[in-house]
C-alpha cells in the first residue's frame, strides 16, 4: 500500500525555504518509492493559542476550552505512515507557530500514541541555531516516534556558495533515504532501555490518580509497554531497582499524600 507523509509546515512563509527544502526531500523521496505527501500549513490551520489550563494533561484532552482544528489534526497525522515537522530556525529556536502547536498537543507528552509512526524533524537557517533546533524537535520521539531522522538545512542570505548548494543537496538525499527507509521498516519496535524507563516512570506518576487523572486512566491495563511486546526480565527487574533508588533519593520532593 502505498505510504503516506504528513509534513506540519512551521513557517509563516508558506513558499519559503524550509517549504523549498521540505519539496527537495519529497522529491528525493518519490525517486525511491511511490509516496503519497501531505502538507500542513500551520499558518493556515485554525489552532488557537494555549491558553495555559493544564487540563488536557491532566483532565484529558476533551477538556481543552478551545475548539479549533487540534482534533483533526490528530486524525491526519494518525492516518499518516510518516510525519514531518519542519520549522525555520527563530532567534535560535523552532518559530511560534510550530512552538505553539507542539503545546497545543502537551498531552501526547504523557499519554504517547503515534507508535506506528515514523518522524522527521526538519530546519532551515541562516547559519545559527540548527543544532539546538532540531535537538528540541527531536523530543517529539516521546510522543512514540522512537529515533528520529533529522535534516538541517542553511540558507544564507547572500548567494550561495557551491560548496553549500552541494552539502545542502547531500545532505537532503541522505535524510531522504534514510526517512524512506525507517517508513518502509515500519512496525513497533522493541523499546530502547530509554524509552522503557520513560514508560515506567509515566506509569509511576499516572498512579497519583489525583493529579493526573487522565493518564491514571491510559496506563492503568497497561503493565507491560505502551503497546504489547516482549520486556526482558533483565530490563525489567534492572528497571524496577533502579526506580526505588530514584524514588528513595527523591522522597523529600515527592506528593505527601503518597
Ligand atoms: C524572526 C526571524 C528570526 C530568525 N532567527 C534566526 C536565527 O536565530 N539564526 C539564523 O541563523 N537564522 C535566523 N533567521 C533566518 C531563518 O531561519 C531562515 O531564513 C529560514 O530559512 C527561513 O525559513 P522560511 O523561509 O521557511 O521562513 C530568522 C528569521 C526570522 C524571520
Redesign the pocket.
Known amino acids: 500500500m502505498k505510504m503516506k507523509v504528513l509534513a506540519i509546515?512551521g513557517?509563516?512563509?508558506k513558499r519559503?525555504?524550509?517549504?523549498?527544502?521540505t519539496q527537495e526531500l519529497e522529491k528525493e523521496m518519490q525517486k525511491l518509492g511511490d509516496i503519497k505527501f501531505e502538507y500542513l500549513f500551520l499558518k493556515d490551520a485554525h489552532l488557537e493559542m494555549c491558553r495555559g489550563c493544564f487540563n488536557c494533561v491532566s483532565r484529558g484532552e476533551e477538556f481543552c476550552p478551545l475548539k479549533d482544528d487540534r482534533e483533526d489534526i490528530e486524525k491526519r497525522i494518525l492516518e499518516a505512515d510518516g510525519v514531518i515537522f519542519?520549522?525555520?530556525?527563530?532567534?535560535?529556536?523552532i518559530?511560534g507557530l510550530m512552538k505553539n502547536f507542539i503545546d497545543r498537543f502537551a498531552y501526547i507528552f504523557h499519554r504517547p500514541v503515534f507508535f506506528r509512526h515514523r518522524a522527521l524533524a526538519i530546519?532551515?537557517?541562516?547559519?545559527?541555531?540548527?543544532n539546538e533546533t532540531l535537538k528540541y524537535l527531536e523530543t517529539l520521539h516521546i510522543w512514540g516516534f522512537g529515533k528520529m531522522n533529522k535534516l538541517g538545512?542553511?540558507?544564507p542570505?547572500w548567494t550561495m556558495s557551491e560548496a553549500l548548494k552541494k552539502k545542502n543537496q547531500q545532505n537532503i538525499e541522505k535524510s531522504a533515504h534514510e526517512f524512506y527507509k525507517s517508513l518502509e521498516k515500519g512496525g513497533m519496535a522493541r523499546p530502547t532501555l530509554t524509552e522503557y524507563i520513560h514508560f515506567r516512570f509515566m506509569k509511576f506518576t499516572s498512579s497519583m490518580g489525583d493529579y493526573f487523572p487522565a493518564d491514571h486512566e491510559f496506563y492503568q491495563n497497561k503493565d507491560n509497554y505502551f503497546y504489547p511486546v516482549k520486556i526482558s526480565p533483565f530490563k525489567r527487574i534492572g528497571v524496577t531497582i533502579m526506580m526505588k533508588i530514584v524514588l528513595f533519593l527523591m522522597r523529600d520532593v515527592g506528593p505527601a499524600d503518597n
Open positions: 509546515m513557517s509563516p512563509r519559503g525555504n524550509t517549504y523549498q527544502a519542519a520549522s525555520p530556525v527563530y532567534c535560535q529556536m518559530s530546519c532551515t537557517t541562516a547559519g545559527s541555531g540548527m538545512v542553511i540558507i542570505p
